[in-house]
């Protein structure tokens, strides 16, 4: 496996689609939460989501509850949480595990493509990858890197 699309995801209703679908687009991959005290990111994605989606940047939301189990067991739930208080119009996916026996294979993939500060493991929710138009990962951001903070980065990628 070469890029991001070589892998398949889960849909929240469970059906299986190929990352191919978003070949040519920017990605921010983004595990999330959300009941979590960086939930509140979900606004900054939305909004840059809003601001660059027609020049081809795709926000793809993977819930996880790895984390001190901080998102609902129940994914329409989440999804609705997300619409509720955030707007969220990006593409959230099934609920998945970043780390350990059970990772999902794109987590086990953009982890060895771009590591943490001290090692390839998910530490938080909202920890963000950055892929080009051609699927290969250019940045991972720590949970705390706001998606504001990351803007001029993605308006690079968008302008390739």
Request: aromatic share 12%.
């Amino acid at each position: 496996m070469t890029t991001v699309y070589d892998f398949n995801i889960k849909k929240t209703n469970g059906e299986e689609i190929s990352l191919k679908d978003f070949e040519g687009k920017t990605l921010l991959i983004v595990n999330t939460a959300s009941k979590c005290g960086l939930t509140g990111q979900f606004k900054e994605l939305q909004e840059l989501y809003d601001q660059y989606q027609d020049q081809g940047l795709e926000i793809l939301g993977f819930p996880c509850s790895q984390f001190h189990n901080q998102e609902f067991d129940n994914i329409e739930e989440t999804t609705e949480f997300c619409q509720l208080n955030y707007g969220v119009t990006f593409p959230m996916f099934a609920k998945i595990e970043v780390n350990g026996e059970n990772e999902d294979p794109l987590y086990t993939f953009l982890k060895a493509q771009k590591r943490g500060l001290l090692s390839k493991k998910i530490k938080w929710n909202f920890t963000k990858f950055l892929v080009d138009k051609n699927g290969k990962v250019v940045e991972r951001y720590a949970p705390t890197t706001t998606p504001r903070k990351i803007e001029d980065d993605i308006k690079k990628q968008l302008s390739l």
